[in-house]
């Protein structure tokens, strides 16, 4: 049963571009979330997608953005790069029905650079 | 969010039992402890959750206790697979955060052969 598949593991871009970030969710799940974790440093939500919509964000700018597509996969898109943007991105899904009796199952994630 | 706090830092050897403590004091009765850890390179592992009771599961134990202000995450044999960083995170049924896990700096487990 494959787990959470995020791609590309590593990323490198130049202050300005826009990147996007892919995320498959483990499968039967139904919600997925993103987070980033700056080096030495635990994960910060980012937001949470379920139904196609956004649910909940954490306090990102706008230039993060997302979506979430009808087979559950989703997409993290960061426009006009920071070098403090600079981070593992990484993608966890869960499912929903089961509430907080449940844990979340987190991709590899995707190492982006930005230079 | 309520907030956890861990220890920065703790060290083990390899076979021997492994205590991690977790301290909760303004965790609301709604809130659910859930453990993760994270290897190197990887991202959070899911590893055990609890309400009010104690849990065990094939990874871990978890001791709640009884006012629930503090947890202990209990590993029972440590291996070397078992160094990595260790987040306690609380989990509110409803309301804003109900979506999200907050993380801290979590403890860095150590584990010498």
């Known amino acids: 049963d494959a787990g959470v598949t995020q791609s590309p593991t590593h990323l490198i871009k130049t202050r300005g571009q826009q990147v996007t970030l892919r995320c498959s969710p483990k499968?039967?799940?139904?919600?997925v979330s993103w987070y980033q974790q700056a080096l030495g440093q635990g994960p910060q939500f980012i937001f949470q997608?379920?139904?196609?919509?956004?649910?909940q964000r954490g306090n990102f700018p706008d230039r993060f953005s997302g979506h979430q597509f009808p087979n559950y996969s989703s997409e993290l898109n960061v426009n006009a790069l920071l070098l403090g943007d600079s981070a593992l991105y990484l993608c966890?899904?869960?499912?929903?029905?089961?509430?907080?009796?449940?844990?979340?199952?987190f991709g590899s994630g995707t190492r982006l650079t930005v230079v | 969010d309520a907030k956890t706090t861990q220890p920065n830092s703790m060290e083990s050897n390899e076979e021997e039992p492994v205590h991690l403590p977790c301290n909760h004091s303004?965790?609301?009765?709604?809130?659910?402890i859930h453990w993760y850890r994270q290897l190197p390179s990887q991202g959070p592992e899911y590893v055990i959750h609890?309400?009010?009771s104690n849990v065990n599961n094939r990874m871990a134990s978890l001791a709640i206790a009884e006012d629930r202000k503090s947890s202990t995450l209990i590993l029972h044999r440590a291996t070397l697979r078992d160094a990595a960083v260790y987040y306690c995170?609380?989990?509110?049924?409803?309301?804003?955060?109900?979506?999200?896990?907050?993380f801290g700096q979590g403890t860095i487990l150590t584990v010498h052969p």
């Open positions: 966890a899904s869960s499912l929903t029905s089961r509430g907080l009796d449940y844990g979340y199952t």
């Open positions: 499968s039967g799940h139904d919600t």
């Open positions: 997608y379920y139904e196609e919509e956004e649910r």
């Open positions: 303004t965790i609301s009765g709604t809130d659910y």
């Open positions: 609890g309400l009010t």
């Open positions: 995170i609380l989990r509110r049924a409803g309301g804003t955060s109900y979506g999200k896990l907050t």
